[in-house]
């Protein structure tokens, strides 16, 4: 028997009989097999005593490669699984998962596991860890395995999808767990490691599958990585709109009440009616005529737009009115505004014509997609549409864009990018089928940045399926790319619709359609706001402006109810804590409410007219009248506009 190894540089091993994983890194280096934590065999993460026979090429993974760390939190993961099935007998575990973001194990008992458990599940594997127990590994007898598993359901369906007679395993005592590329060779080497978290998954993602515990956690090879992680972790954590959203009281989505259908709770309510009344107000400004019209609409509608041949897969099912009425609840405001344009014979001397709404619509996202405010099912989209003759695309597109980058500005939003979203000419189910408007279109967008003189990237496949877009990508907390603006270019619903204006030749011309979203939905930019501002939302946009405090209820309440009085008169949102509760923790709790203003009101300021202030993050306390705070909170809520 001979064989060679190959190595990454290309150089090769000659063997003559069977080795280790351990023994080819050793022979490499003596440093080298004592560093080892696995192999990657032919592209496959193998563990250190997989067994090579035959001409292979060999990666030797250690802790510095991302597969090693893998391996490592996979080996965390079988630990967590051996002592909660030791601590609770009659658990059953489903799927396993380590990866770049740590690890879970999925996790089913009549009483559910509770995030309070965890720290006692901490302390057994710290134990296990410290005893330092070999983790065993074999080749299993299917049949044997099903044996084990016979009163598991998940066990048993994921031992079905393995192929073949024989099952790769681990053992470490009594306990058994199969699917696992590699693990370490003893538990003794998990030092690093946090569980991190509980929450519900539905088995296999499936929503009508049972819901399971997912315990989630990580682990490193060093501690002060583990340490960062945590830390960046905790940030995440406190950016996290659904995270403020809670702890402010902002807005719920209750799956039991419907997934991705969020309930605006009053604080939540009043940023974004601050933020509707200000784009309504932009928008006038800017020339757009503000229209409502029906989330409802015939199918017909959506099938002459196209969306129901393209788009069909993010829509509601179609309601049967049973009179051969098929009502759709739409996905987008386009057939809706085209209605309003259509209601009357157009000129060139309408053009361009700017139609806004906020406009309500529907998308069925995948339930995994949801998120919070970020990612829903029922959404309000600062939507308008602009109709314009050929000769105006330009000038209309960059006059959005000036809107948009105005609106940034006025909400401190300064980190984003540009995005020229294409068509992909291959998907011909997503995209209509007209070669010649796409390239004119793409090119028209792609000139206007140029002139501009604006850096963008690229996307193929990510257009709207009648038309190329310019789309400004933010980041959220979680450190995903979302899209909050968009600009679409649409020679396509124009001609559809049979859209015309009667031109300076008295001919009738085909107008062009500009889609556009400022803001975008209300839902991702309060979403986006709450995560920039970290809930500490600026004055002009604050639920709550000033929260009053009266030292004594009794003594000072009356006081307090006046100033809140003079502060609503002039359009502040103030409100009076005249509950029982000591002035410490109102003035603490107003802090972690994040309010701009505090007003503490005591015998002096009474007796002065005066107000006792402090500003939100500062500890200072200045007394001053209540003329001169009212003048304060006015320039305050006036500065966020840059003009
Ligand atoms: P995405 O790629 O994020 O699904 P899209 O490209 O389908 O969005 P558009 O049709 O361009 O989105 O929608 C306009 C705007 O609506 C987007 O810019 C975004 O701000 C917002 N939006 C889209 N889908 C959702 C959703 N499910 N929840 C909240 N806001 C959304
Ligand atoms: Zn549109």
Redesign the pocket.
Known sequence: MSFSVTLPDGSKKEFDKAVSVKDVASSIATSLGKAAVGAKVNGQVKPLDYEIDSDVEIAILTDKDEEGLDILRATAAFALEAVAKKKYPELRLGEHVADEGGFYVDTDKKDQIKVTELPELEKAMEKLVKSGQAIEHVEMDKSELEDIYKDDPYKSELLKKVEGDKVDAYKLGDFVDFGFDALLPNTGKIKHFKLLSVAGAYWLGKSSNPMLQRIFGTAFFKEAALKDDLKRRAEIKERDHRTIGRDLDLFFVDPKVGAGLPYWMPKGATIRRVVERYIIDREVADGYQHVYTPVLMNLDAYKTSGHWAHYRDDMFPPMDMGDGEMLELRP?NCPSHIQIYKHHIRSYRDLPLRVAELGMMH?Y?KSGALSGL????E?T?NDGHTFVALDQVQDEFAKILKLIMDVYKDFDITDYYFRLSYRDPKNTEKYFANDEMWERSQKMLKGAMDDLGLDYVEAEGEA?FYGP?L?IQTKTALGND?????I?LDFMLPERFGLTYVGQDGEEHRPVMIHR?IV??M???IAYLTEIYKGAFPTWLAPIQAEIIPVNNDAHGEYAEKVRQELAKRGFRAEVDNRNEKMGYKIRESQTQKVPYTLVLGDEEMKNGSVNVRRYGTDEEISKSLDDFIKEIDADVKSYSRE
């Open positions: 987008m998308r996202e970020q990612r829903v099912r959404m989209l709207a877009k789309d979302e899209t909050m603006s968009t679409q979203g975008g939905t839902e991702r930019f």
